[in-house]
């Protein structure tokens, strides 16, 4: 077949598939692409700076959320270590301490 018979038979295969409204559809869209463009240009930026501003919002609250589970495992590591410590003595202090008999 020739190139533009070719054409056509893959053009006759997308009216079948999708059928006229989804060729339509697929015309209209291109139609509107350029005003779209214009439009949603502005729209896609503010979005794009209301995301920015959310993202600098919360890395200062994720930075403060941070700090204080850092400063809550410190802490604990600090009273585990106190504890330890003082089983450490209660064991070497009763050892020693034996009744002479």
Not at 85 to 101: F, I, K, N, T, Y
């Amino acid at each position: 077949m020739s190139l533009i018979g070719d054409t056509f038979e893959g053009i006759g295969g997308l009216v079948e598939d999708f059928g006229l409204p989804g060729i339509l559809v697929g015309v209209g869209a291109l139609a509107l692409a350029p005003v779209l463009a214009k439009t949603g240009k502005p729209v896609a930026k503010s979005v794009i700076k209301g995301s920015i501003l959310l993202y600098e919002k919360s890395k200062g609250s994720l930075a403060e959320a941070r700090e204080a589970l850092e400063d809550l495992v410190a802490e604990s590591r600090a009273e585990l270590a106190e504890a330890q410590d003082r089983r450490l003595l209660e064991g070497s202090g009763s050892s020693s301490a034996q009744p002479e008999g």
